[in-house]
């Protein structure tokens, strides 16, 4: 019933132009009939819960049913957020503040929020911190966070001044310290790790996958901001592949710095893994959770924990040769959980 109900909300909030444009690029890329490929879209929206967006992202025009069966679809994850995540603690994680103090103990950072009636608080930051990070309370993929200096300011309370105009939906945070084996793949940013959490039943807590997150240009990493992406082996916390952008190009070394993404041996990956396994058990109600992990010279820390990790960046064409997603390590743990359901 709930996969129904999805399909019918997608139907009826789809941008029909734009995955009749989706459908003009395939044809133009397969020569198959345009009446062909929206009928199989439609079939993978029913069997796999893949919109026209998944479809064209994961090239499923190219893969068998068997292999089409292995990705994670927005749809489905969309299921096990369902499953795994109460909509009333996820606020929890989307708004900085209350994750920030619900989590302090993992930052490793000075923060403040600027609620326009903490000004002592907040005056008392600024004067610590010659360059900090202000971030809205709620947003992703980056948009909204500024990196602010003092000196760009005549005086602490014109800055003060103009930070409480953008409250209350606002904190600062301290610039973390990269670790610098970190640093020399691409110092503009903090190049992050999304670690992908499954916390079971039992209290069992699996880690589903890794994601190198590198910036390119701007001082965020993520994705869909500019930043590039390259796969990780979970088990090890090695890079095993190139990084992609999101206009498809990819980069064995980074184009800023020359340093080589391949190959890369994350410092402290068994502490990181530790990290967001406590972590995990924070708010038991939210079991799926993306966190995304600083390494600093002191060791891991956690950014942020999005309890909506997405789908797409965890299984692109480029990073599945064998054209296997990733669904089949979810079934891995459901398995798993039903076998410990029975014992």
Not at 123 to 147: D, N, T
Request: aromatic share 12%.
């Amino acid at each position: 019933m709930a996969n129904v109900k999805y399909l019918f909300q997608r139907v009826m909030n789809m941008n029909y132009k734009a995955m009749w444009e989706k459908i003009s690029s395939i044809h133009k890329k397969t020569g198959a009939s345009r009446l062909a490929i929206f009928r199989d879209m439609k079939d993978c929206a029913v069997k796999y819960g893949a919109g026209y967006m998944d479809y064209d992202l994961f090239e499923m025009y190219n893969l068998t049913p068997q292999q089409r069966d292995t990705y994670l679809t927005r749809g489905r994850n969309n299921a096990l957020v369902v499953k795994y995540n109460d909509k009333a603690y996820t606020g929890q994680f989307d708004d900085k503040v209350q994750f920030n103090t619900l989590f302090g103990k993992y930052l490793h950072r000075d923060w403040v929020p600027v609620t326009g009636d903490n000004r002592e608080q907040v005056m008392a930051f600024l004067a610590a911190h010659e360059v900090f990070m202000a971030k809205p309370s709620q947003g992703s993929c980056g948009w909204g966070i500024e990196k602010l200096r003092r000196a760009d300011y005549p005086s602490l309370d014109a800055l003060y001044d103009y930070l409480v105009q953008r409250a209350p939906k606002l904190e600062l945070e301290e610039v973390l310290e990269q670790h610098p084996q970190v640093s020399a793949i691409y110092p503009g940013s903090i190049n992050t790790v999304r670690m992908v959490t499954i916390r079971g039943k039992h209290g069992k807590v699996y880690l589903v996958t890794a994601m190198f997150r590198i910036g390119n240009g701007k001082f965020v990493d993520n994705f869909n901001s500019g930043g590039m992406v390259a796969p990780m082996d979970p088990e090890r916390g090695v890079v095993i592949d190139r990084a992609l952008d999101k206009a498809k190009n990819l980069y064995e070394n980074h184009p800023a710095t020359g340093t080589p993404i391949k190959g890369f041996q994350f410092p402290d990956w068994d502490k990181a893994v530790a990290m967001v396994s406590e972590a995990a058990q924070v708010i038991p109600q939210v079991g799926y959770v993306g966190w995304d992990v600083c390494f600093t010279p002191n060791g891991p820390c956690l950014v942020e924990g999005n309890p909506f990790p997405g789908h797409d960046i965890y299984q692109l064409p480029v990073h599945t040769p064998d054209k296997i997603g990733i669904m089949p390590r979810f079934r891995e743990i459901e398995a798993e959980e039903k076998m410990m359901n029975e014992e």
